[in-house]
């Protein structure tokens, strides 16, 4: 049977329009791979200006003012980066917990986080979790967009293999602190700090350090404003963890 069925598919492969066919589609994938290592050579990240210095502006950001821009109802952006060091630890590991348990123990990706995430959107029928780790969220925010094709996310593992290789955890944390999105306009912790209680990032107390995690997943619809039945259920989910 098994002999049968390889002769049929020689068979057929063999046929001289076939075989055009399986070249022509090769030489078309040679050239996209070609296409596509040199638009991975044009944004590949000069890994040193990332390394130090004050976190500069994300694409979202730059996004978000470009709308705004067009738009009169958007409030204005909120955006004030600060070193890691005056950031709460409170904020840091309510993050931690939050979106990345084992961030310290992977070089990356979380292949377990991801089969998780597999496992769960399965049994909803529904994609609910990504899997994406603090660096691939880091990644996403300062280089590309929130578009879901293959290919994004293809130039996304290879971005953040070359950051973790490149810089510190405490460094792509303090990016992702300073860059995270906690409500329309409102990027960072510090401006988030400030916008909800009036005080800088340094001083979050643990409430609030959950509070302000627990806005990850959908900011602008549940933060501690909206106050909403879902944003509720995470701040109890984070709490039981940290």
Known sequence: MGYRIQRKFRSIVGRPG????????????????LMDAGYLIGIWPQWELYASGPVQRSNFIRAY??????????????WNPVAIDAIAQNMIWAVVVAEDARFFEHEGVDLEALRDAMEYNLSQKKLVYGG?????QTVKN?????SRDPLRKWHELLLTIGMERNLSKKRILEHYLNLAEFGRGIYGVDAAARYYWGIPASRLSRRQAIELAATLPS????????????FRRRVKKIRRYF
């Open 65 to 78: 003012e470009f709308e705004r821009s067009r738009r009169s109802d958007w409030p204005r952006l909120r």
């Open 132 to 136: 994406s780790t603090i660096s691939q």
């Open 219 to 230: 900011p602008v619809k549940n933060n501690p404003s909206t106050d909403t039945r879902a």
């Open 18 to 33: 076939i075989r055009q066919l399986l070249r022509w589609g090769g030489r078309l994938l040679l050239v996209l791979g």
């Open 142 to 146: 300062v280089f590309l967009s929130s």
